[in-house]
């Protein structure tokens, strides 16, 4: 039985809809399918359920297979606000217990398969953009040292919070193996500080993150969604947003008062789940005006449904079929829905000059629904969720990492025990990470990165086939096309007969996100090439990269592009000469090119040298030489560098293998 104090937050989960909940002590028999499920009895952990769901069938009446799209050169003509993600759009959202598994044992043990996912996307937008934090934040407190010198370890857990977060000690460890991260890629990162008691507040996450990060740090979050704080009894019922405003401020003036903080303008707020206040009734209390000074960033915190009723029974509200669900992920309805409240408030950020950031989201709290968070019709629905969200003047989002108790993870390790065997199962909204990076990344690395994205309406605006066009510096550079439907007959495939005002180029260039049915998990491509199946990657896109060159009509102005059914087409406007995509492979004669330590050793057993479509990117050593401009193969010291000193750094356990 639920203690009273459940029962009562068990009504609040019920009347107040879907927020974010990490779980941590899942039952695992909670978590298993329900008996619609093709493949009804696993026992194990969530992130490598293998529920697969059957795709919905077309809609009756079916939209139009052929339309017309018509669009201007010229972003003078569209009402869009500019966005500058200042790195991909979509970053992760890591949650902070979690980094020992996902990051790395300490600063000299990463995880060699992290750093080549990272690899892939810094490639594609220069930089990644990740947020170490979450629940686990607001009780995190840092200590000099742990037993068995681990970086982190939890303590017990708050039985008052639903969530039941465990409370974190930490080390400074952590901070250099973010740090040791960021000096081998370019990733930049944010940190909480933990606010679960103003009158004690602990700066040291601020103190030892500015010291160590240096200019990696992005910036630091003030609260974990406040508005449920009173919800999940961790305030007085009372709690309000004028709490809030006033807890805030304690922040800003310990901060000024500690002569270990040097940055006093790199704070973000409020981070509202939306749950119980709305981001006006922040906005309300004059918070913008009163903290311009301090904030950096605005940002909002979102799930658009939750699974609670798998994990903590039905008082938690009604046990939810996925397959029943599994349509509510596959229209473009549900981007609208879920941005519809922060409409007005990517108007007010941008009023006031400040970024418009999602800064934890994923695709249902509690853990997400097996065989919906990890299907391709996953990676369908976060892309359209992407775009949507630029189009309304996001200027990012952050994916959420929960621990193996969910199914939405983007990249999840082996269990510990099975690391010597097993190597990483990729999420199928990875996928949607890469695209989106390209489809918002900057042409070039001198590129100003200033985006305004118009979602089309296309196709009449029909909720199954949603189109944006993507301005870069002002300029029509890209288009995005989905289908949402799942027809293996090609007889749903759409013809979009695309226009440009001041003529069509040429021919443009087409990269596919592709798999057979919105219900797959793994047989994902992107211009042709996966991250493979489960617990089978090593974060190398595997397989060689193919762009289609669709020749267009100039006379009659139209290009034709087609979108399979279920697929997403990325159209490139940029001229020829310049409209690859990264297409490069490292070199192995790239050795010695680095002052990195090296063990020249690794290079011969780790299997580094087999290629498989890693890629250079820009790095924090530098500027990446090889930006969309560039054809050819050119050699990534940097990739190769961080691959060696990944493998050497993790030793046996974590080295490359190869099933
Ligand atoms: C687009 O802008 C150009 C000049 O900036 C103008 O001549 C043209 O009429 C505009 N087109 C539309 C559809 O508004
Ligand atoms: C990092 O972790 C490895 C593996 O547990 C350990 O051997 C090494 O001593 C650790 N390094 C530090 C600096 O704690
Ligand atoms: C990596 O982390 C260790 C701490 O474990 C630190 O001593 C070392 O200097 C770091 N290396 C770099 C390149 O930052
Ligand atoms: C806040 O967290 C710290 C560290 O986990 C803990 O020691 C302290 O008791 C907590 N305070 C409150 C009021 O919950
Ligand atoms: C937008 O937010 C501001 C600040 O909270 C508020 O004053 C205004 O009424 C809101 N506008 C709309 C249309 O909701
Ligand atoms: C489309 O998605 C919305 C929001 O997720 C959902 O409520 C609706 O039922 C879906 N439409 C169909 C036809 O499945
Ligand atoms: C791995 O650990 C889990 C949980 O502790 C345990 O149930 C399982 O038997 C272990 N597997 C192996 C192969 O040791
Ligand atoms: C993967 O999907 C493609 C179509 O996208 C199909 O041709 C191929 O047979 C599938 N492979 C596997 C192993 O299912
Ligand atoms: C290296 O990897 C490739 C591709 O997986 C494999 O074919 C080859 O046998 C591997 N070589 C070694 C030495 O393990």
Not at 14 to 33: E, I, N
Not at 68 to 84: D, K, P, Y
Not at 180 to 193: A, E, M, P, T
Request: proline letters at 7%; hydrophobic letters at 40%.
């Amino acid at each position: 039985m639920l203690p009273l104090r459940w029962l009562c937050l068990a009504v609040a989960f019920v009347t107040g809809g879907a927020h974010a909940v990490t779980v941590y002590q899942a039952p695992l028999g909670g978590l298993t399918p329900t008996s619609v499920a093709p493949n009804a009895v696993y026992t194990g952990a969530a992130a490598y359920d293998p529920t697969v769901l059957t795709a919905p069938p077309i809609p009756d009446p079916a939209p139009p297979t052929q339309f017309g799209v018509q669009l201007s050169n010229n972003a003078g003509n569209v009402s869009a606000l500019t966005i500058s993600p200042g790195g991909a759009f979509l970053g992760f959202s890591i949650e902070m217990s979690v980094v020992d598994q996902v990051l790395g044992l300490n600063g000299s043990r990463l995880q060699v398969p992290f750093l080549n996912l990272m690899t892939l996307v810094a490639e594609r937008s220069g930089s990644v953009h990740i947020r170490v934090g979450g629940n686990t934040q607001e009780d995190a407190a840092l200590v000099q040292s742990l037993p068995q010198n681990k970086i982190m370890e939890k303590q017990a857990v708050n039985a008052n919070d639903p969530t039941q977060t465990p409370s974190l000690l930490y080390t400074p460890e952590l901070l250099y193996l973010l740090s040791n991260i960021s000096s081998l890629i370019d990733v930049k990162w944010y940190l909480g500080l933990p606010l679960n008691d103003t009158s004690n507040l602990r700066l040291a996450i601020a103190e030892y993150g500015e010291s160590i990060l240096g200019g990696n740090l992005l910036g630091l979050q003030v609260g974990n969604e406040p508005d449920l704080y009173a919800r999940h009894g961790l305030r007085q019922s009372t709690y309000g947003p004028n709490d809030y405003f006033g807890e805030f401020a304690q922040v800003v003036q310990a901060m000024q008062a500690d002569s270990n903080v040097k940055v006093n303008n790199n704070l973000i707020a409020p981070s509202v789940a939306t749950g119980d206040w709305t981001p006006e009734d922040v906005w309300n209390t004059g918070f913008i005006d009163t903290y311009e000074a301090s904030l950096s960033a605005l940002a909002v915190e979102h799930y658009p449904d939750d699974n609670c009723a798998a994990i903590y029974g039905s008082a938690f509200g009604q046990l939810r079929d996925p397959q029943t669900v599994f349509p509510d992920y596959l229209n473009h309805t549900s981007a609208l829905s879920i941005i519809a409240p922060y409409v007005n408030s990517t108007h007010v950020a941008s009023a006031a000059g400040k970024p418009f950031i999602m800064f934890e989201t994923n695709s249902a709290s509690c853990g997400g629904f097996p065989g919906v968070s990890d299907s391709f019709g996953a990676t369908l629905w976060l892309a359209d969720y992407a775009m949507s969200m630029a189009a309304a003047g996001f200027s990012s989002a952050l994916v959420h990492v929960g621990g193996q108790d969910v199914y939405y993870n983007p990249f999840t390790p082996p269990p510990t025990n099975q690391s010597s065997y097993h190597q990483w199962t990729i999420g199928s909204t990875f996928y949607a990470v890469l695209a989106i990076a390209e489809a918002l990344g900057p042409i070039s690395s001198s590129s100003t990165s200033n985006f305004q994205v118009i979602d089309l309406g296309a196709n009449g605006g029909n909720e199954y086939t949603p189109g944006y066009a993507v301005y870069e510096g002002g300029t029509l550079a890209r288009a995005v096309f989905i289908n949402f439907m799942t027809d293996p007959s090609g007889a749903n495939d759409l013809q979009v007969n695309l226009q440009v005002e001041e003529g069509v180029p040429a021919n443009v260039q087409v990269k596919y996100l592709q798999s057979p049915s919105v219900g797959e998990h793994f047989n994902i491509t992107w211009a042709g090439q996966t991250l493979g199946g489960q617990f089978a990657s090593d974060g190398r896109l595997q397989g060689a990269q193919t762009i289609q060159t669709v020749a267009c009509d100039t006379s009659a102005n139209t290009c034709s592009i087609t979108v399979p059914a279920p697929g997403l087409a990325l159209v490139s406007f940029e001229s020829s000469s310049s409209a690859s995509y990264p297409t490069h492979t490292f070199a192995t004669t790239a050795t010695g090119a680095t002052s990195t330590k090296v063990d020249p050793s690794v290079v011969a057993t780790s299997n580094g040298s087999q290629g498989g479509g890693s890629h250079v990117g820009s790095t924090s050593r530098g500027k990446s030489q090889t930006s969309r401009g560039t054809t050819g193969v050119a050699p990534s010291l940097v990739m190769l560098a961080a691959m060696v000193l990944g493998a050497w750094m993790l030793g046996r356990t974590y080295a490359w293998r190869w099933p």
